[in-house]
């Protein structure tokens, strides 16, 4: 069992919706998490990020984390066409390296 | 520079020839991180440099793969006697503080 599990999709979503992105994970020593983008050939670009449970909010971007269920999902409102990317969940206990999920792949058609 | 910058950003290979592949972390950044994300795949670990030490390269498939920070800064990723399970995109990343890294473009190595 991989320490981070994402649905890779694909998403496909009309503009204006609301979308949803979700990944589980198994190690309740993850205590920071984060969302990346990732458009074709690009790096992965830091969207939201996390420390503990609760929600956080940017803009049309929102984070939630319940570790007691091992659960965080972004929440992307008023999606546009731009907002097509991959979408990378990430998170670390207290050693160094980061634990990537799969990534999932959004598409938004206008 | 005003973000990583990393070389080359394709780079094909013979199987069994050796590569360098480099990487220019934001200019004050102590933490450089390396991961190889495969397609369709998010990134995985590699190792990590705080400063120029390595403090973990539990990542590192096998003794082929080397990483260097020596001054601190630019670090270069060595893969040696490449293999066809060695084409990936190489990521780079650096952090200030040991969370939020910055990410690279990456360099997509292709073993043929």
Known sequence: QKEVEQDPGPLSVPEGAIVSLNCTYSNSAFQYFMWYRQYSRKGPELLMYTYSSGNKEDGRFTAQVDKSSKYISLFIRDSQPSDSATYLCAMKGTGNQFYFGTGTSLTVIP | ?112
Do not use: M
Request: proline share 4%; charged share 20%; glycine share 10%.
């Open chain 2, 1 to 112: 520079g005003a973000g990583v910058s990393q070389s080359p950003r394709y780079k094909v290979a013979k199987r069994g020839q050796d590569v360098a592949l480099r990487c220019d972390p934001i200019s004050g950044h102590v933490s450089l991180f390396w991961y190889q994300q495969a397609l369709g795949q998010g990134p995985e670990f590699l190792t990590y440099f705080q400063n120029e030490a390595q403090l973990d390269k539990s990542g590192l498939p096998s003794d082929r793969f080397f990483a260097e920070r020596p001054e601190g800064s630019v670090s270069t990723l060595k893969i040696q006697r490449t293999q066809q399970e060695d084409s990936a995109v190489y990521l780079c990343a650096s952090s200030f503080r040991n969370y939020g890294y910055t990410f690279g473009s990456g360099t997509r190595l292709t073993v043929v």
